[in-house]
């Protein structure tokens, strides 16, 4: 089974960074678009950040002027720079990967990001 590996959680200060991490499979066929999403609890998952094959980058309002989202394309890893962060951002934050050859989205198991004093 394919699986996306996510690293890079924890617990920080409001105001502080972070950056998130995720190993893509080099088996994945497809790749239409790289991202992330987070889910905060009592709440759906929502769009974070991501970026196309082309390099193009969106992002949700909510986190725009303060993450960026990147790639290492010679270590098939994905980033999340998460700058300024905010309580509200504390949510589990799931890499994915969207395969037109698969027509679905792959997901990683997710990790807990956490901004707290």
């Known amino acids: 089974q394919v699986q996306l590996v996510e690293s890079g959680g924890g617990l920080v200060q409001p105001g502080g960074s972070l950056r998130l991490s995720c190993v893509v499979p080099g088996s994945i066929r497809g790749i239409h678009t790289m991202g992330w999403h987070r889910q905060a609890p009592g709440n759906e998952r929502e769009f974070v950040a991501s970026m196309g094959t082309d390099s193009t980058t969106n992002y949700a309002d909510y986190v725009k002027g303060r993450f960026t989202i990147s790639r290492d394309s010679a270590k098939n890893t994905v980033y999340l720079q998460m700058n300024s962060l905010k309580p509200e951002d504390t949510a589990v934050y799931y890499c994915?990967?969207?395969?037109?050859?698969?027509?679905?989205?792959?997901w990683g198991q997710g990790t807990q990001v956490t901004v707290s004093t």
């Open positions: 994915n990967v969207y395969s037109w050859f698969r027509g679905d989205y792959y």
